[in-house]
Nanobody
């Protein structure tokens, strides 16, 4: 079992930045791929970014490439999503998740999820 708790969400103006954190407890964090997803009202949950369990590979959705960065501090059992140049269309609830595989980009591949944190970007 892995428990995940996101934090760092909030309200910002377009062009601003936020850093989301995902604190993990339970099993060894380093053996899981980490992913961030988001869900806007009335829309399906969508992939944002993923980091392989070796921290070697990263994948990003085209909509966030060059603006968002996923990372992990294994000593702190915490993953991060640095979000820069935020746009109103980035408004959503952001979820972190872990998968018992090298890397994953689909929701069904992830085994454990956090409760989500709200990000609101105003124009």
């Amino acid at each position: 079992q892995v428990q995940l708790v996101e934090s760092g969400g909030g309200s910002v103006q377009a062009g601003g930045s936020l850093r989301l954190s995902c604190a993990a407890s339970g099993r060894t964090f380093t053996l899981y791929a980490v992913g961030w997803f988001r869900q806007a009202p009335g829309k399906e949950r969508e992939f944002v970014a993923a980091l392989s369990w070796s921290d070697i590979n990263t994948y990003y959705a085209d909509s966030v490439k060059g603006r968002f960065t996923i990372s992990r501090d294994n000593a702190k059992n915490t993953a991060y999503l640095q979000m820069n140049s935020l746009k109103p269309e980035d408004t959503a609830v952001y979820f972190c998740a872990v998968a018992r595989q090298w890397i994953a980009t689909s929701t069904y591949e992830y085994d454990y999820w956090g409760q989500g944190t709200q990000v609101t970007v105003s124009s």
